[in-house]
C-alpha cells in the first residue's frame, strides 16, 4: 500500500472511492459532506435517501461505512462513514479508527483499489488535528485491505502538517 498526502479539495480527487465524513442522517451537512454533494450532484443524496428508508432507518451509526454513487465527480462511489463527536472526557479513539477500517471494507467489497479520506471528525466535530492524523495513519497502514493507493486529503497546511508528522 502506498500512502500519500495531498493538499487540497477531495472532491477533486481521481479515485475510485472518496471518504465522505458525514453525519448520521446521511442527509447532507457541511463541511465535506457539503461540498461532495455539491459536486457530485442530487444523485448521491438520491441513493442516500434509499439507504436511509431500506437499511439505517434509525441514521447510520458512528463507526460504521456505506457506499453509494459519486455522481458527478471524477470518483466511482462515495463511501460515506459517521465520524464521533470530540470528547475530552471520553475516549473514542476505537470508534474513529473504525470508521478507517470499514471505509476500507466497503471499498474491498467494491473492489476499489484507490481511495482518498479527508480528516474524519477533525473538522465541526471537534476532534484535534494531530490526534485525529495519528489514528487514522496508524490504523490504514494496519488495516488488511486489497486497496494499494491511499490518498490523505488535507484541506489546509495544518492538517497536511499534522498529517506529515503522523506518517
Ligand atoms: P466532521 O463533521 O467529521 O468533523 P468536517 O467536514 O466538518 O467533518 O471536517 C472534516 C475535515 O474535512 C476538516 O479538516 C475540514 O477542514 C475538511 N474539509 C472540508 N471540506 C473539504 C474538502 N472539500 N476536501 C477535503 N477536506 C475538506
Same mark, same amino acid.
Given at each position: 500500500? &502506498? $500512502?500519500?498526502?495531498?493538499?487540497?479539495?477531495?472532491? /477533486?480527487?481521481?479515485?475510485?472511492?472518496?471518504?465522505?465524513?458525514?453525519?448520521?442522517?446521511?442527509?447532507?451537512?457541511?463541511?465535506?459532506?457539503?461540498?461532495?454533494?455539491?459536486?457530485?450532484?442530487? &444523485? $448521491?443524496?438520491? &441513493?442516500?435517501?434509499?439507504? #436511509?428508508?431500506? =437499511?439505517? @432507518? +434509525? @441514521?447510520?451509526?458512528?463507526?460504521?461505512?456505506?457506499?453509494?454513487?459519486?455522481?458527478?465527480?471524477?470518483?466511482?462511489?462515495?463511501? =460515506?462513514?459517521? +465520524?464521533?463527536?470530540?470528547?475530552?472526557? &471520553?475516549?473514542?479513539?476505537?470508534?474513529?479508527?473504525?470508521?478507517?477500517? /470499514?471505509?476500507? #471494507?466497503?471499498?474491498? /467489497?467494491? +473492489?476499489?483499489?484507490?481511495?482518498?479520506?479527508?480528516?474524519?471528525?477533525? +473538522?465541526?466535530?471537534?476532534? %484535534?488535528?494531530?490526534?485525529?492524523?495519528? $489514528?487514522?495513519?496508524?490504523?490504514?497502514?494496519?488495516? %488488511?485491505?486489497?486497496?494499494?493507493?491511499?490518498?490523505?486529503?488535507?484541506?489546509?497546511?495544518?492538517?497536511?502538517?499534522?498529517?506529515?508528522?503522523?506518517?
Amino acid at each position: 500500500m &502506498e $500512502i500519500t498526502l495531498v493538499l487540497g479539495d477531495i472532491t /477533486e480527487e481521481r479515485v475510485d472511492a472518496v471518504v465522505n465524513a458525514a453525519n448520521s442522517s446521511l442527509l447532507g451537512g457541511g463541511g465535506v459532506d457539503g461540498a461532495i454533494h455539491r459536486r457530485g450532484g442530487p &444523485e $448521491i443524496l438520491d &441513493e442516500c435517501r434509499k439507504l #436511509r428508508a431500506s =437499511h439505517y @432507518g +434509525g @441514521g447510520l451509526p458512528t463507526g460504521q461505512a456505506v457506499a453509494t454513487t459519486a455522481g458527478a465527480l471524477p470518483a466511482r462511489w462515495v463511501i =460515506h462513514t459517521v +465520524g464521533p463527536v470530540y470528547s475530552a472526557t &471520553e475516549d473514542r479513539g476505537d470508534r474513529l479508527a473504525s470508521c478507517y477500517r /470499514e471505509s476500507l #471494507r466497503v471499498a474491498d /467489497e467494491l +473492489g476499489a483499489a484507490s481511495i482518498a479520506f479527508p480528516a474524519v471528525s477533525a +473538522g465541526v466535530y471537534g476532534w %484535534p488535528m494531530d490526534d485525529a492524523a495519528r $489514528i487514522a495513519v496508524g490504523t490504514v497502514r494496519r488495516a %488488511p485491505t486489497q486497496v494499494t493507493d491511499v490518498r490523505f486529503v488535507l484541506f489546509n497546511r495544518d492538517a497536511y502538517a499534522a498529517f506529515a508528522r503522523a506518517l
